[in-house]
């Protein structure tokens, strides 16, 4: 036989190897996490008033590094969540008080990827971390983090809203789940983009009647400003917005959508959370992209649409790239037609298609690198589905691949071990050891007959 002392160390090895290749562990080991709060806070209630919940804001400055860990010369963040809390500390409902935001702002950069003309003197505003009342809950795969330096004033803004009659005693609460930066970890770039672009970021919607149960109140078509990998990608939408998603105009590729999610069954108005994806998607400088956000047809006061995650910045521009919004019509955009497209928004298909009084036309002139594939995206379209069936294949022949290696593997781990078992009772030693000792005990009993 060919085996001997060291092949099972030989064979763990290639069955450790093989599940390492095989299967994908993406996310950090050794996390540790630092929770803190804001507040407390009292929200005042409506106190007859038949309005809108009420709301307050607050701001403040915070080192965080300090805060976090004092023993790390490195910090990277690789996970973040935050809830609202009652005076005691303890998870609310929506019924309680609710988020209407929570932003980290930081200046360590000189520039902000998505907003170039948010530069100031002191460093560029950037936003890494936010949530809403959808709890959005940042976790970072590896190799990526979001390095937080040491001393570094950060500024953070709470907004919070009571839809209680009486007032309310509130903390926020957030966590920081952090690693020590390592040679292996790449640094991730924070990016913000909303649909009203990079000025102020709410709008208001009054009530539709169409022959859908959605609209599309405002678009964004813009240019990329960097290249690099989209690493993470979340939504923030408000109460009655349904999603938001990214699109590469010239390919017709969805790169990312963000449903939201209303999964309380008591409080359907509720917005439970928004999917947060992992494109894993190369973008280019220059690259033609839409943003798009989708509501419902009621009233909805101060609304949001805003993209925000990480990117892997490989290069960048500092000057603002072209920037063009306003309603537009959906069924005329091929990603927003898979996106939105079912039996039901069929029959309000004609309907949905009449553009709004308040349309913002783009120029010609200013619109040329949106309409350059029209021609050519049609012809895209066979060689799409076909890259696709080659990626489906070469998916299930790397799934077969890997499942027949490891049972190669197990079988082979399991002869060795069914061989050693054997050899350990059936070697030329122990089966004369064996028939010694029944010679001797043959022996005894004739001593004693």
């Known amino acids: 036989m060919f085996m001997n002392k060291h092949s099972s160390i030989f064979f763990i090895f290639i069955y450790l190897f093989t599940l390492n290749y095989c299967y994908d562990f993406p996310y950090h080991s050794n996390i540790k996490y630092k929770t803190g709060y804001f507040g407390p806070f009292t929200i005042p209630g409506l106190h007859g ?21 004092t023993d790390l010369d490195s910090i990277g963040i690789v996970d973040f969540n935050s809830r609202m809390c009652d005076s005691e500390k303890n998870h609310v409902t929506q019924d309680h008080a609710y988020l209407h935001h929570i932003i980290f702002v930081t200046f360590q950069y000189d520039n902000n990827i998505g907003c170039p003309d948010w ?32 001393n570094e004033q950060w500024f953070s803004q709470v907004e919070i809203m009571n839809p209680n009659q009486g007032d309310v005693e ?39 009647s169409m022959g859908t149960d959605y609209r599309v109140p405002t678009i964004l078509d813009f240019q990329s400003s960097f290249s690099g990998l989209l690493v993470e990608l979340r939504g923030h939408l408000h ?51 839409r943003l798009v956000s989708v509501y419902s047809n009621d009233s909805v006061m101060e609304a949001m649409a805003i993209l925000i995650g990480f990117v892997y910045v490989e290069d960048y521009i500092t000057y603002d790239t072209p920037m063009y919004g306003g309603e537009f019509n959906p069924f005329s955009d091929r990603a927003s037609i898979l996106i939105l497209s079912s039996e039901e928004e069929e029959e309000g298909h004609q309907e949905s298609t009449e553009q709004d009084d308040n349309y913002v036309e783009i120029p010609e002139e200013e619109d040329d690198f949106l309409n350059e594939n029209e021609e050519t995206g049609d012809n895209e379209d066979n060689n799409d589905n076909d890259d696709d069936n080659d990626n489906s294949h070469t998916t299930l022949l790397f799934i077969l691949a890997c499942a027949g290696i490891l049972g190669a593997v197990v079988v082979a781990i399991s002869g060795y071990l069914l061989y050693r078992y054997k050899y350990k009772y059936t070697t030329p030693e122990i089966i004369d050891k064996s028939k010694d000792n029944l010679e001797e005990t043959e022996t005894e009993e004739e001593s004693n007959a």
């Open 49 to 69: 008033t038949n309005g809108q919940d009420m709301e307050n804001m607050f701001t403040s400055e915070f080192t965080p590094g300090p805060f976090v860990d």
């Open 119 to 150: 530069a100031g003197r002191n460093g560029a505003y950037n936003i890494p971390f936010a949530s809403g009342q959808e709890y959005s809950d940042v976790k970072l795969p590896y190799p990526y983090a979001y390095e937080m330096m040491l």
């Open 170 to 208: 509130v903390y926020v609460e957030y966590t920081f789940g952090y690693i020590e930066l390592s040679e292996d970890i790449k640094k991730v770039r924070s990016f913000f983009k909303s649909i009203t672009g990079c000025g102020d970021v709410e709008f208001d919607l009054s009530p539709k």
């Open 239 to 289: 109460r009655g917005g349904k999603n938001i998603y990214l699109t590469n105009m010239k390919t017709g590729e969805i790169i990312f959508n963000s449903i939201a999610h209303y999964d309380d069954r008591e409080h359907p108005e509720w917005l439970t959370r928004n999917d947060i994806q992992y494109p894993d998607y190369q973008i280019n400088i220059g690259d033609q992209l």
